[in-house]
């Protein structure tokens, strides 16, 4: 990754992954009643230490008093155009909460805006699973460390439940990241057991489904927008990469 940051000529803020093991306080948080009533299985250590690794990110920048950082895991490979993605899409930042560069499936995506270099921001009624590389606004990080206070669903699916978050969730067209063949470290997670589980788990995830389909429905654009140019996105090409952050998976 340093490699890469170097040839995209990236300055980055790494961040040691947290093991769940040396985070017994903060997984004592967690409401694993909640979680085993939802799916039937624990987390894995795995998952976890994903889970609070984002969630330290995300308060780092609520701290920091920056508008908006770009979040990336260490198995990826950034593709071109990478940079001025980022700073384009932090100058037009009043328009989004996440937006992903990338995403591990391709359900139907639907144009919301336009940036001025030709990207687009697309919706997605069901989104493109994955924290693999993000852009985040302040305001959003916030309102993400609210919504996973108790550890119940794993991060990237808690993100993906805009329907009771209400953030703006987006991902680019093109993507401008990919990812690499990479050990994982999350983790073996058991399946469900019990035919009770199984049953009460489909009526989980009819449930999720109707507040999903309720929610895309009054939010879903109907046609995409065009965004200008403007001055802050001089003032932020102007900047240190500050706002950029990875998150090392080896811990």
Known sequence: ?????????IDVQFFSGI????????????DFSAR?????????EGEIGCYLSHREVWKQLVDSGDDAWCIMEDDIALRSGFVATVWELASNRDHWDVVRLMGLNRNERIPYAKLPSGTQLMWMDRQPVGLQCYMLTRAGAAALLAHTHKIVHAIDTAVDRHWEHKLRLFVTEPEYVETVDMVSTVGFRPGITSLSMRVREKI???IDKTMAALYNAKRRPQRPIHLSQNAVFTEH???DAHGLSLIDRQS
């Open 36 to 44: 085993m009533r939802r799916y039937g299985r624990p987390m894995s």
């Open 237 to 239: 090409r102007q900047r």
């Open 204 to 206: 989980y995830r009819r």
């Open 1 to 9: 990754m340093a490699r890469q940051f170097q040839a995209h000529g």
């Open 19 to 30: 093991e769940p093991r040396s985070s017994a306080d903060a997984i004592n948080e967690s």
